[in-house]
C-alpha cells in the first residue's frame, strides 16, 4: 500500500520579515548619508564659488595686508583672512558690531556674519578696534590670528571637528595650571557658553598664545601659519595683551587668597567665641600675612588695570577690581 500524504494545513506559517525590514532600514539609511554627504558637497561647493567670485576682485589695504604677512599666513588662511574682508572700526562702531550681540569676545576683534548696516555682507566679517596708543597698537596681529582662527573653526566639517576635540580637550586639561586660561573658561561658562563655545575659544587660544603644543595641533595649525611661533612672539610681547594676561592671573590668585581669608576668618571668629584665645592669638599672624599677599595683588592689578581699563573693561565688562583689605 502507498503511504498516505501528510495532511496539508490550510493556513502554512507566515513568513518572516525581520530580515526583509533590516535591509530596508538599512538601504534607507545608506539613501540618508548619501544624502547629506552631497547636500555637504554642495554646501562647500558654493561656498568655495563664492569665495573665488569675492577674491577676484579683492586688494587688501597696506594694514591688513602687512597683518597677512606678519602674521606669516599660508595661502590657504590669507584667502580665509580676505574673504572676511578685515576692517579697522572705531570704539562706538565696535560695540555695536561686536559687543551688542549676545555672545562671548576675548579679543579686540570679532569675526560677525550678521553685521547690520552698510556692513552687511554675504559671508562673515572681521572687525578690529582702532587702537591709537602705540603701547597697543599691535594688538591688531595677535587679534587678526585669534579671528581668523574662529572662522576656520567654523569652516571644519564635523569629521575634522570630531579629531581636533580630543586634541583640544587634552590641552586644556594639560594647562590647568595656567590662571589666565582659567579665567577665560570661566568667562564663557559664566556667559552661558557650552562645550562647542569653549572648544572654539581654544582652537583660537592654542593657536596664538600657547607655544607648547602638541604635535597633532602643531601639524594642525601648520596649515594656516608658516611659523606659529612668531605669531606667539607678537602676543607676549604685545603691551596689551601681557596686561591681560597678568590682570587675569592675579584676579585668579586673589580669589583663591580671598577664599582662604573667608576661611580663616570664620576660624578665628569661632575660636574667640569659644574663648580659646591662645589659638586665636597664634592664628592672628597667618591671617595678616594672607591680607598683606591679597593687599600686594590687589595694588597690583589697579596698577595694571588703570594703563587698560578702556580695553579691559570691552573684553571683560563684568570686571571689578578688587578693593584692599
Known sequence: MAPRPSPVSPNPPAKKKGKGCLIGCLSLVGILIVVFAGLEVFRRYTVRRMDETFLQTYQPSPQIAEIAEKTTMTDTAKKIFYRADPEFVPTDVFVRYCLEKKGVELALACARSDTPGEKKST???????????????????????????????????????SRLTPLLDA???????????????????????????????????????FRDISPELETHYAQYFADRLQVVAMYETGGLETRTRK???????????????????????NLKNTGADDQYNNLIPQYN??????????????????E??????????????????
Do not use: C, W
Not at 585669534?146 to 571637528?161: N, S
Not at 557658553?193 to 582652537?203: A, P, R, T, Y
Not at 591679597?294 to 588703570?306: L, Q
Open 289 to 306: 600675612a594672607l591680607v598683606n599677599q591679597y593687599n600686594s595683588k590687589v595694588r597690583e592689578g589697579n596698577k595694571i588695570f588703570a
Open 247 to 269: 590682570l587675569d592671573q592675579l584676579s585668579q590668585e586673589t580669589k583663591a587668597l580671598n577664599t582662604k581669608l573667608v576661611g580663616l576668618s570664620n576660624q578665628l571668629t
Open 123 to 161: 559671508g562673515p566679517r572681521i572687525f578690529l578696534l582702532q587702537i591709537e596708543d602705540p603701547r597697543f597698537t599691535d594688538n591688531k596681529f595677535p587679534s587678526s590670528a585669534h579671528e581668523l582662527l574662529h572662522l576656520i573653526y567654523h569652516r571644519l566639517t564635523a569629521q575634522d571637528k
Open 308 to 325: 587698560v581699563e578702556v580695553f579691559y573693561k570691552l573684553i571683560n565688562p563684568d570686571f571689578q577690581p578688587p578693593q584692599e583689605k
Open 171 to 209: 590641552e586644556l586639561q594639560r594647562h590647568q595650571d595656567d590662571l589666565h586660561l582659567m579665567e577665560i573658561v570661566d568667562i564663557i561658562k559664566n556667559s552661558g557658553g557650552d562645550q562647542e563655545v569653549i572648544l572654539n575659544e581654544m582652537h583660537s587660544v592654542f593657536g596664538v598664545e
